[in-house]
């Protein structure tokens, strides 16, 4: 359960539950509801999820958990709030291993345990790890980074079969190969209107879809029904969440078949990451996440509002930007952030594809620049307490893992510039 936050008595409400959910009255509860699900004389870890409405949170910290923990135990308990909201895909769950168990619960109290921190705790004989979405966040990249393999998802083969069947009354060949498209859009949450620089008009996308029908792929937009929709495409273009057969396990089922996407740092694309597809993630905002080999990363423009000057990566990560996750904090930095072109995207895809089938190599040099930025600044943040007091002491992109894509840099040659910073 997440509670909607629109005023100052939401906020009364929410603090009056995070007492009640740190007394010891909550976790007798918890460990009364999932008591009938622990494997006895095995070991069993209990984690709450507080957000299950919303299917990158979900996927996200199931990936994590899994990553970390599943190798440790026998059963991992996931306790979440009511799953009856808009935005939950409890699909989710088929996919993360016979490990998982869910059990979800009407308390209003029970879910906000998972924004407590205290660690891993022992409760009747079975582990609780008692950590919020963002310190879990940081222990995991912490492992990743330190050379912990990454988790991967698995599709069951009655969801293969479920959508194979789909995609042939829908008139698709699962033969052919599909591409995953899905990008953010404002519609989508208008309460996370303050993220607004991370959305993007799907309008830009269109050279880049019809290069894609060119080629003979499928594509299949994620998406709901707050995205404008696509219009103008020919039948291999499937905007799934405007389809009339439209069913959430489509959303699954396409993320672990698609032969690679091309997203955001946005819902679907933990999902993407954890069934290790390639991914061409566009229109990337600097911020702590950390990216896997298959992925390859385009990033938005950070540009000065006073002198309209860009800036370069070193720039935006010297001074902090990185950090910024709001819109007013851009605005009071002084800072517009814009998407990627048409031809950025188009271009960059056609790279994208070519070193998928082979067809390029990646530039050392580049490669070793763009890691060597992202080195320091990792360097630089890990002087700083604060950071590890904030869960921030990871910075993701200064470490080995995706690239940067080749033609976005041929496109905009200043932005690996390290000099930048004392020219603004």
């Known amino acids: 359960m997440s509670l909607p936050l629109n005023n100052n008595a939401d906020l009364n409400q929410l603090h009056e539950l995070l007492k009640k959910a740190s007394q010891p009255a909550a976790f007798e509860s918890l460990v009364a509801l999932v008591r009938p699900r622990v494997r006895v004389g095995k070991k069993n870890l209990i984690y709450v999820l507080n957000q299950v409405n919303r299917i990158g949170q979900l996927s996200s910290e199931l990936l994590h958990i899994k990553t970390l923990y599943e190798s440790l135990y026998d059963r991992i308990i996931i306790v979440t709030g009511p799953t009856n909201d808009f935005g939950v895909n409890l699909n989710v769950f088929k996919v993360v291993g016979s490990k998982f168990i869910h059990i979800s619960t009407e308390d209003p ?91 993007v008009d799907i309008e830009n996308y269109r050279r880049a879809i019809n290069f894609l029908e060119d080629q003979g792929y499928q594509v299949v937009r994620l998406g709901d029904k707050t995205n404008p929709r696509l219009k103008g495409y020919t039948q291999a273009v499937i905007d799934l969440p405007f389809h009339p057969e439209y069913d959430p396990f489509l959303d699954i089922y396409f993320v672990a078949t698609c032969c690679f996407a091309m997203n955001q740092s946005s819902g679907p694309s933990t999902l993407v990451r954890a069934f290790k597809k390639p991914a061409l993630m566009v229109n990337r905002t600097v911020d702590w996440e950390y990216h896997p080999t298959p992925e390859c990363l385009m990033f938005k423009h950070y540009k000065d509002t006073t002198t309209g000057k860009e800036l370069s990566y070193d720039s935006i990560l010297e001074t902090g930007l990185g950090e910024l996750s709001m819109d007013e904090e851009f605005a009071k930095a002084g800072i517009i952030i814009e998407e ?85």
């Open 109 to 199: 109290v029970i879910p906000l345990i998972g924004l407590l921190n205290a660690g891993i705790a022992q409760l009747e004989g079975v582990d609780l790890l008692i950590a919020d979405p963002w310190k879990l966040w940081s222990s995991y990249k912490k492992a990743v980074t330190a050379g912990l393999p990454l988790a991967e998802f698995q599709l069951p083969n009655s969801l293969r079969l479920k959508g194979e069947a789909w995609m042939a009354k829908a008139g698709l060949d699962p033969a052919i190969p599909v591409v995953l498209l899905h990008a953010r859009d404002i519609g989508y949450r208008p309460d996370l209107s303050h993220h607004g620089h991370r959305c």
């Open 340 to 424: 990627n072109t048409p031809n950025e995207l188009e271009q960059g895809l056609k790279e994208f594809v070519a070193l998928q089938h082979g067809k390029k190599c990646l530039d050392d040099s580049i490669q070793k620049l763009y890691l060597k930025i992202g080195n320091k600044h990792q360097d630089r943040i890990s002087t700083n307490p604060d950071h590890y007091k904030n869960n921030t002491d990871i910075f993701g992109l200064g470490h080995k893992g995706a690239h940067v894509s080749e033609e976005f840099i041929n496109l905009n040659p200043t932005f690996l510039s390290t000099s930048q910073f004392n020219e603004i």
